[in-house]
């Protein structure tokens, strides 16, 4: 059968394909443990799954709604961004999304013609270049050095423009080096996209999983007309365990999310109403539950980052949010004789039975990516198995 070319040069996630050949080998038999997934190990707080149930069995989430999203979801984001960053926001400068994803997916849809740029900071999230891609937009890259906490700066972005750099991309907390931007360091990068009239895109989603007393300051309170080029990008996956329910949003300048909800009603009609109805309880309802998964991923944190660092060879710095460590295993691998950390990833799973997933897919081949969002037993003994399988490979 033909297939397009956009769908042959289209690389799968490498973070779903890891975590679906950890669950194959585990539906085998196999006693695999999968640090592959970015969702937290948490369900849903019973409140908003109650609220879905309630929506379900009144009717009330049988039908079609508007393709930005039911506006009292849309309110509650409004009075969100108001009550947790101050910013005060309309209504038609939001839309509920079918997951953070697929608010960029249709950001990019929106905004990008053929041959346009977005600079992505390396490492970066698996999906934004391929999202690039797939509006025939074209990612450049920057490098965030392991050195610098990868992050980038003014002058490598500058080095970067061209006449086609429509937007950067930031994503802080970062997935998947868990690092976050300061304020100074947001007002560099912000007052160069304005001065060049670029579109900010502040990937905010891990913005509450922030640990050890680090803040998280959103692009978009640094000033008045940073503001006015940025795009928010957030979603109720990460904070309040909801990866399953699909429900993101974008928050902007209105001509662009109006575009997205064009783009949203030609092609997935509405992010689903249950999961909406679930959303609008996990915005205005009780919070506790957010600060208690907040508090269990620290713990982890704390306790993992040691053993990881531990590892022969391993070179780690310490995330500040998210729920990832993001080793470089440049010294493991040359004690172990690898040249590839993909190897290394596929071996360490046949071999110790532990799925990580490689740092290729993020642009980093020397790096492994941890997910620690999953229970302290497993993680322990993940740990206790990477260390032996490395022993006995030097
Ligand atoms: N952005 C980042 C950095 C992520 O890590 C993820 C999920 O892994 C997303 C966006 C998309 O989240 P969702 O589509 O579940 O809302």
Known sequence: MKLSKRAM??????????????????????????????????????????????AIRSGEASFYTQAAGIP????????????YYGLDY???????????????????QAILDKGDEV???????????????????????????QEADFKVTVPQLEAARTEKTVAVLLNSPSNPTGMIYTKDEL???????????????????????VYNGNTFTPMATVSREIRKNTIVINGVSK???????????????KEIIAAMAKITSQSTSNPTAASQYAALEALT?????????????????????????????????KPQGAFYLFPNMAGTMELCGYDNVTTFVNDLLEDALVATVTGAGFGAPENLRISYAADWDTLEEAVRRITAFVEKKR
């Open 90 to 108: 309309g209504i038609e400068e939001t839309i509920v999304t079918d997951g953070a994803k697929f608010a960029l997916y249709a950001l990019f």
């Open 239 to 253: 904070t309040y365990a909801m990866t399953g329910w699909r429900i993101g949003f974008a928050i902007g300048n």
């Open 119 to 145: 600079i992505i900071p390396v490492p970066y999230w698996v999906s934004y270049a391929e999202q690039v891609k797939l509006a025939e937009g074209v990612p450049v890259f920057v490098e965030g050095l």
């Open 285 to 317: 309802g009780e919070q506790d539950s957010v600060e208690l998964m907040r508090q269990a991923f620290e713990e982890r944190l704390n306790k993992l980052y040691p053993l990881v660092a531990a590892i022969p060879g391993v070179k780690l710095t």
């Open 72 to 83: 009292e979801l849309r309110r509650a984001v409004v009075d969100y961004m108001k009550t």
């Open 187 to 209: 007002r560099a990068i912000g007052e160069w996209a304005v001065e060049h009239g670029l579109l900010i895109i502040a990937d905010d989603i891990y913005g509450r999983l």
């Open 9 to 54: 040069q289209l690389e799968p996630s490498v973070t779903l394909a890891a975590a679906a050949k950890a669950k194959q080998l585990k539906s085998e038999g196999y006693d695999v443990l999968s640090l592959t997934v970015g969702e937290p190990d948490f369900p849903t707080p019973e409140n908003i799954r109650e609220a879905a149930v309630t």
